[in-house]
């Protein structure tokens, strides 16, 4: 699911991010899982309840630092979870998932670059009341991939090209698998992997792993999976050429469906996707007359693509989305407007489109009150 790409963004995600609508009050629950899209997109936020934990970094005159922060939805309070110093202004706290009192999370994740790996798996306390990062391996790894499942930690190694899985507390680590994986699903059971243009499945304990499908025999050149997605009774996938969004039963007894293709005649590319419902949604870029960045969302048995974001809504970039509670948030780029030190801020949207905002709160740069001025035409709405 986070093969190196072909394409390196560079990115400084300066995000300050809350919860500014009261329907987000669901929970991933103690112990469950994220979903698989919202892992799909790097797992930069997590809502637990009403708490909303997200990524955010910071840049000083000392250097950069990679913050987690939780807020609550109702009674505003905001506090730190985990403080590290980084070495890159995009380096991420990634994959996050609670289990029990802990929130686990991947550092130093390298957005879209050829660093997209962790040398560890850390955790905090959900509370905050120790925000120094916890580690649980002594030695340093190559996590390209962590996710919380009945219980077990599984995590891929690239360097080791492993599957593993673990108590939360590091113990009792086994290898789950050993194959190439470009990019992973966990569901019902099952791991689904991209290895280049074969599907494959492997039981979550550990097994044979198998062939689900040969996407070389796909369409006239074959297709290279890029990221895949499990929903359902489906494996939605990516390829590698940022020119469609597709899926094939997880059993693999069907021929893969086309949803949505690009317009071959443009410069038009699916940079991520994600699934909710009944709909995929999908960040694009080189969209519409503006030929900027959009968000649109498809039905999942394919038609006519429903316009999310506008291209013309003057944003410059618009990095992975995830969905939570019927709210799709997204980093973009407002080309009119510079937020703390950077031109990234994070947005919310329904995911029936309509207004959409800037994430609060900004308290933690104390740049709260810069928004205070701003009215809805400033925002283009």
């Not at 939805?73 to 998932?97: G, L, Q, Y």
């Not at 113990?171 to 791991?191: F, H, K």
């Amino acid at each position: 699911m986070f093969m190196k790409t072909k394409r390196v963004l560079s990115v400084v995600l300066i995000a300050a991010v809350c919860a500014a609508m009261a329907m987000a009050t669901g929970s991933c629950g103690r112990g469950s899982t994220v979903s698989a899209g919202n892992i799909n997109n790097f797992g930069y936020l997590l809502v637990d309840g009403q708490h909303i934990f997200f990524t955010q970094v910071t840049i000083t005159d000392f250097g950069y630092y990679s913050h987690i922060y939780r807020y609550h939805t109702v009674s505003k309070e905001e506090i730190p979870v985990a403080r590290m110093e980084v070495d890159f202004p995009n380096e991420m706290n990634a994959f996050m998932s609670i289990h029990g009192n802990y929130l686990y999370f991947l550092p130093y994740f390298l957005h879209e670059s050829m660093k997209e790996v962790s040398p560890n798996i850390y955790r905090v306390r959900t509370d905050g009341s120790n925000t120094t990062p916890e580690p649980l391996f002594d030695e340093e790894m190559s996590i390209m991939f962590m996710q919380i499942e009945g219980g077990l930690i599984y995590f891929y190694d690239d360097y080791l090209g492993a599957l593993f899985s673990m108590n939360p507390d590091g113990s009792d680590r086994r290898v789950i698998a050993e194959a190439p994986m470009d990019s992973l699903t966990i569901a019902g059971g099952t791991v689904f992997f991209a290895d280049n243009e074969h599907l494959m499945s492997v039981p979550l304990r550990g097994g044979e792993i198998t062939e689900i499908f040969d996407f070389s025999t796909f369409g006239a050149n074959g297709v290279f999976l890029r990221h895949i997605v499990a929903e359902g009774n489906y494996i939605y996938f990516s390829d590698d050429d940022f020119s469609m969004v597709g899926r094939i039963r997880n059993n693999g007894r069907s021929e893969p469906e086309i949803i949505y293709r690009t317009n071959p005649d443009t410069l038009e590319y699916v940079a991520f996707f994600n699934v909710s419902g009944n709909n995929v949604f999908m960040v694009v870029e080189n969209f519409g007359p503006e030929q900027n960045f959009a968000i649109l969302s498809v039905p999942v048995s394919g038609g006519e693509p429903r316009v999310i974001v506008s291209d013309a809504e003057s944003l410059g970039d618009i990095l992975p989305i995830s969905i939570w509670n019927n709210v799709i948030y997204f980093a973009g780029m407002p080309i009119y407007v510079t937020v703390m030190d950077s031109d990234y801020v994070w947005f919310s949207v329904g995911v029936d489109g309509g207004r959409f905002g800037p994430w609060q709160p900004f308290s933690i740069a104390d740049e709260s009150a810069m928004w205070d001025d701003w009215g809805d035409d400033d925002w283009g709405w």
